[in-house]
């Protein structure tokens, strides 16, 4: 909740003193109710969260929390089959641009653009490295390729169920197959609803 609403950003000691009164009047839980009923309420999660995500930061506790809630679901890393995002975090694995960086450069020259957090995924270094400056059209085309038979490029995905399970579980719409740098901010705005509402599950489910 603290990291969602940004509760404790600013003058956090009276924060922490508002708090710990009102727990001991109301207990944790119903004081917790109180603060969700106020702060989390379905506009928040449908409007307010998605707008929050729409950051140019790796640094995010909103990102944060969405790689927490896919630790908690054991996903696995972008176009993976084994590595989970939890073993790329406690290995420091690479934070990848599913549009990459190099080739968006190619027209947007800001870094607010090309770092937005609906951008980023986790992913094993030798994908990250295969994608290279590439297209989502030209790369998925290639993963589409291997899905149906032919030799792996990317990671070990070998069949569409596996790869639209695993595009799902990073909330990546179905779209990317055919998207480019034209489509970059339609793909954000999809993505970033995608996202909230995998925090909103993770969060109602804790």
């Known amino acids: 909740m603290s990291l969602l609403t940004g509760r404790y950003s600013g003058s956090p000691e009276s924060k922490f003193d508002f708090d710990i009164k009102n727990i001991s009047n109301k207990g944790v839980s ?17 409007v307010g ?49 599913i ?15 090309y770092n937005q957090i609906a951008n980023f995924v986790y992913t094993q270094t030798e994908v990250n490295i295969r994608i290279g400056k590439k297209a989502p059209s030209e790369y ?22 596996d790869l639209k399970t695993n595009l799902e579980k990073h909330c990546i719409p179905e779209e990317i197959f055919n998207m480019n740098i034209d489509d970059y901010f339609e793909f954000l705005e999809m993505r970033r ?8 599950r993770y969060y109602k489910s804790l």
């Open 140 to 161: 998925f085309k290639e993963i589409i390729k291997q899905c149906n038979g032919e030799k792996l490029k990317y990671g070990g995905i070998m069949n569409m169920n």
């Open 30 to 46: 119903g004081y917790l109710q109180s603060i969700e009923d106020a702060e989390l309420s379905d506009i928040f999660w449908s």
């Open 99 to 113: 549009f990459p960086k190099e080739y968006l450069k190619t027209k947007y020259k800001s870094r607010s653009d």
């Open 49 to 97: 969260l998605v707008s929050n995500l729409d950051r140019a930061t790796v640094n995010s506790p909103y990102l944060n929390v969405f790689f927490a809630s896919q630790v908690k679901n054991r996903d696995k890393g972008f176009l993976s089959t084994d590595i989970t995002v939890d073993n790329m975090i406690s290995h420091r694995g690479d934070i990848h641009h």
């Open 193 to 200: 609803k995608l996202m909230a509402k995998k925090i909103e």
